[in-house]
Every structure is written in C-alpha cells, then in structure tokens.
Nanobody
Framework: QVQLVESGGALVQAGGSLRLSCGASGRTLRSYIMGWFRQAPGKEREFVAANFVGGTIYADSVKGRFTISRDNAKNTVYLQMDSLKPEDTAVYYC?????????????????WGQGTQVTVSS
C-alpha cells in the first residue's frame, strides 16, 4: 500500500510559478510510475504528467511549462509549474502506478493523494 500526500498548492498570479510536492510512505517510489492529474470545477479529472525510469510524458496543455521530477532518496515527486495561466486552476492530485508502461489513463493508476488546490488569478 502506498500513501501519497501533496503539498505546495497556493494562490498565484498569472505568469508565476509554483512547485508541488508529493511525499510517499509505505513503499519506495523507485519502482512506481508517478503522475500528476488535475481537476477543475465542473470538469473531469485530466492528465498532467507522468514519469518513470527513462521516460516522461506531458499533456499538450502543459508541455514546456511544467516539469515532473522525483527524488527517490526522499521518496518524493515534484511538479514544477512555470508560466501559470488561469486555466491551470484546479485541484492537483499525485498518483502512483505499479507498472512499467506510462499512461495518461487515470483508471490505470492505483494510488491517489487527497489533492492540493492551485488557483491562478488573472
């Protein structure tokens, strides 16, 4: 079992930056695909980014602005968000999948955090 806890969400102005963190307990993240999803009010949860050994994928809407990374020694995953836009406003969720195949499908992730709110003002 993996427990995930996100932090770092805040209110920020458009054009600003934030770094979200996701700490894990219960298992080492080294053998897990780690991802970030987000959900805006009234919308479905959508894929943001995912990372595993030798590979990273991003949603087209964040490519070039967001960077996912991990520190296996700290069992922590990060999402660096730059050039933020009001449409990035959402609750951001950290997720983990015990597999080798990167995927954008939320149904294929096994563990989820409670989420952290990111609000970008115009």
């Amino acid at each position: 079992q993996v427990q995930l806890v996100e932090s770092g969400g805040a209110l920020v102005q458009a054009g600003g930056s934030l770094r979200l963190s996701c700490g894990a307990s219960g298992r080492t993240l080294r053998s897990y695909i780690m991802g970030w999803f987000r959900q805006a009010p009234g919308k479905e949860r959508e894929f943001v980014a995912a990372n595993f050994v030798g590979g990273t994928i991003y949603a087209d809407s964040v490519k070039g602005r967001f960077t996912i990374s991990r520190d296996n020694a700290k069992n922590t995953v990060y999402l660096q968000m730059d050039s933020l836009k009001p449409e990035d406003t959402a609750v951001y969720y950290c997720t983990a999948r015990k597999d080798f195949e990167l995927t954008r499908d939320s149904g294929r992730y096994n563990y989820w955090g409670q989420g952290t709110q990111v609000t970008v003002s115009s």
